[in-house]
Nanobody
Framework: QVQLVESGGGLVQAGDSLRLSCAAS????????MGWFRQAPGKEREFVAA????????NYADPVKGRFAISRDNTVNTVYLQMNSLKSEDTAVYYC???????????????WGQGTQVTVSS
């Protein structure tokens, strides 16, 4: 299984942009689905975006469609989440995860990073 480490979180203002990165090691990164999830205080961890191994097929949660973009570079074993037009409700800990399936179901992701905090001030 892959090991995942997120980076790029921080404190930004509403309307700003931020790019998260998730570096993978071990396993076979180029063959797995990669996803981003987030968890706000007092809420369950929710799906944000996913990208298939081919780097072309993507899926987004409705609240982030048109604002966030997921991408991956299989040559450097990294997945990215470009977040634009950030809102206060995007404040959460963001996690990347890997799955052997094309899915958005949290329970089907077998490897998780430690998370990176994103705080958006209004």
């Amino acid at each position: 299984q892959v090991q995942l480490v997120e980076s790029g979180g921080g404190l930004v203002q509403a309307g700003d942009s931020l790019r998260l990165s998730c570096a993978a090691s071990g396993g076979t990164f180029s063959s797995v689905t990669m996803g981003w999830f987030r968890q706000a205080p007092g809420k369950e961890r929710e799906f944000v975006a996913a990208i298939l191994w081919n780097g072309v097929t993507t899926n987004y949660a409705d609240p982030v469609k048109g604002r966030f973009a997921i991408s991956r570079d299989n040559t450097v074993n990294t997945v990215y989440l470009q977040m634009n037009s950030l809102k206060s409700e995007d404040t959460a800990v963001y996690y990347c995860a890997a799955s052997n399936s094309w899915t958005v179901v949290r329970g089907l992701f077998h490897s998780w990073g430690q998370g990176t905090q994103v705080t958006v001030s209004s």
